[in-house]
Structures are given as structure tokens and as C-alpha cells.
């Protein structure tokens, strides 16, 4: 059975830093890629970034150059850091257990129970 744990969320003031974690159990962890994603009320869950088993990586156009992703195969982890934040990144972020291939992320049916960010103007 696949479970993913997200950690670190919480209130921050803009402009701060957060790095959340997303800790993998029950998959061949080091041979699959991993997925951000957030959610806000009545909106579309967005990918945020994700990351490969090859660690290549993929960012969304709004956290380039403020959310960096990286992975920990040894403690089956990966790692979200947000510098910068703003207001709206404020949601509820979730990790997924996917594919990232060609530049492009297919999630599964595995998600995490979601952490809460919110940043302070």
C-alpha cells in the first residue's frame, strides 16, 4: 500500500521561507517520480513542480526562480523549498507518486493528505 506524508506547512509572512517534505512508504520510492501540487477553494488543483527518478525537474512558470523540488532517495523523501513567498501561494499542497516523462507529469491515483500554507501580506 502506497502512503505519502506531506510535512512542514504552516503561516508564514510574505516574502519568508518554507520547505515542505513529502515522505514515500509502500512504492519502489528511488524509481518513481513525485509531484507538488496545490489547491485553493473552488479552484483546480495546479502542479507546482515535480520531480523524476533521474532528477530532472519541473516548475510551474509562477514559483521559478522562488520553489526549488529535490529528492532524498536514501530517506524516500522529497523536498519542496519555497523562498519568497506571496499571499497567493497560499493553499492546501499535496504530493503525488506519478511519472515524470518528456516534460510533462502524469499523476496517479496516490496522493498525500495535504499540508496548509499560508502567507501573510
Known amino acids: 500500500q502506497v502512503q505519502l506524508v506531506e510535512s512542514g506547512g504552516g503561516l508564514v509572512q510574505g516574502g519568508g521561507s518554507l520547505r515542505l517534505s513529502c515522505a514515500a512508504s509502500?512504492?519502489?520510492?528511488?524509481?518513481?517520480?513525485i509531484g507538488w501540487y496545490r489547491q485553493v477553494p473552488g479552484k483546480q488543483r495546479e502542479l507546482v513542480a515535480a520531480i523524476s527518478s533521474g532528477f530532472s525537474t519541473k516548475l510551474a512558470d509562477s514559483v521559478k526562480g522562488r520553489f526549488t523540488i529535490s529528492r532524498d532517495n536514501a530517506k524516500n523523501t522529497v523536498y519542496l523549498q519555497m523562498s519568497n513567498l506571496k499571499p497567493e501561494d497560499t493553499a492546501v499542497y499535496f504530493c503525488?507518486?506519478?511519472?515524470?516523462?518528456?516534460?510533462?507529469?502524469?499523476?496517479?491515483?496516490?496522493w498525500g493528505q495535504g499540508t496548509q500554507v499560508t502567507v501573510s501580506s
Open positions: 503525488n507518486l506519478g511519472k515524470l516523462y518528456s516534460g510533462t507529469y502524469y499523476p496517479s491515483d496516490y
Open positions: 509502500g512504492s519502489p520510492f528511488s524509481i518513481s517520480s
